[in-house]
């Protein structure tokens, strides 16, 4: 079993074997395959344009460009998720990872 802890004799370690991320990777992979080849099937870009009155490479770069800007966003907090996660790792006691501020 994965933890966020690694070490698994740790009471208040979060069990994450059950957790996804996928943070939209299937999504993001179709736009850049589609402005590489503009002849690229991508259905499901298609059917997304459609409905919302666009046109594939509108889409694609809609898309393309939210991924780059949650990526800028989302540095700090992951970077600050992972110190927490270090400290984490290196606590012995609970009042250790009691004084770990988020």
């Known amino acids: 079993m994965k933890y966020l802890s690694q070490n698994v004799n740790r009471p208040w370690a979060f069990p994450i074997q059950n957790v996804k991320f996928n943070h939209g990777r299937s999504k993001s ?6 402005t590489a080849d503009p002849q690229t099937a991508v259905p499901l870009l298609a059917a997304i344009a459609t409905a919302r009155s666009l046109t594939v490479a509108e889409l694609a770069f809609r898309i393309m460009s939210n991924r780059i800007a949650f990526s800028n966003a989302a540095g700090t907090p992951i970077g600050r998720r ?6 984490i790792d290196l606590a012995v ?3 250790d990872v009691a004084v770990i501020a988020w």
């Not at 992979?29 to 589609?34: G, I, L, V």
């Not at 992972?82 to 400290?87: G, I, M, T, Y």
């Open 29 to 34: 992979k179709k736009p850049k395959a589609f």
């Open 93 to 95: 006691t609970k009042e």
């Open 82 to 87: 992972q110190v927490a996660e270090d400290l």
